[in-house]
């Protein structure tokens, strides 16, 4: 591992020798970086990328270090053992193997965004034709012009005024399909703090893949 001063912050790097036409940079949640590159002589490069380094580096610092080892779920943190039952038990989230905990969390999941699209449904003034609850890699919701909402199954990681907040975001799009001013009017009736819940949830994301067994179940 070595290491290089960036804006009097010191960042360790490791360079992983591959034969690719352009090198790499991985942030990792643990707060270094990775580099895929063709060569050794990295360091301009991560100059050049000095400022998106940090401020992915801030985002990681807002990580809370309990999720390296414990399991979040709906916003708290679990101890993580294995056992012949599925479920939650106390402080403690026990599983046999991944897909019964898979299913577990689906069922959670599913029973909680049923619960509040019921609540907004009528308030917003339409009806999902269908629910989905997926393994997204790259977003936490999307809503298709079938009318169908789909939930990546990491939001049953999020505190529920979190998973509140998704709820909202996706039935809006039932009306306004684009991020307008007017999607972003209907959904600030509910949660006028909005901007401050995005910001929430790119923590979040961070947070749930720094866990060994929540990338365990996404990667699976």
Not at 19 to 30: Q, S, T
Not at 57 to 85: C, N
Not at 123 to 135: A, E, Q, Y
Not at 156 to 165: G, K, Q, R
Request: hydrophobic letters at 40%; charged letters at 30%; glycine letters at 4%.
């Amino acid at each position: 591992m070595r290491s290089i001063n960036l804006n009097g912050r010191e960042v360790s790097y490791e360079v992983i020798r591959r034969r690719v036409k352009y090198l790499r940079i991985h942030v990792i949640p643990e707060g270094y970086l990775r580099i895929v590159s063709p060569t050794d002589d990295v360091e301009e490069v991560i100059r050049e990328k000095e400022n998106w380094i940090l401020r992915k580096l801030a985002l990681f610092d807002e990580i809370p270090q309990e999720a390296f080892e414990k399991f979040p779920l709906f916003g708290s943190f679990y101890e993580v053992e294995r056992g012949d039952e599925t479920g939650i038990y106390k402080n403690r989230i026990c599983y046999r193997d991944l897909s019964p905990l898979e299913r577990f969390l689906r069922t959670l999941l599913k029973k909680e965004l049923l619960k509040l699209i019921g609540s907004y449904s009528p308030l917003i003034g339409r009806t999902p034709s269908r629910v989905f609850i997926r393994k997204n890699r790259s977003r936490w919701g999307s809503c298709s012009s079938r009318g169908n909402l789909s939930f990546n199954l990491m939001a049953v990681s999020l505190p529920v005024d979190l998973i509140d907040y998704l709820v909202v975001h996706e039935l809006a799009h039932l009306i306004e399909l684009s991020h307008s001013k007017a999607f972003w009017s209907i959904v600030s009736q509910f949660h006028p703090d909005y901007r401050k819940k995005r910001q929430e949830l790119r923590v979040w994301w961070l947070t749930v893949w720094a866990n060994p067994l929540w990338r365990l179940i996404m990667e699976g």
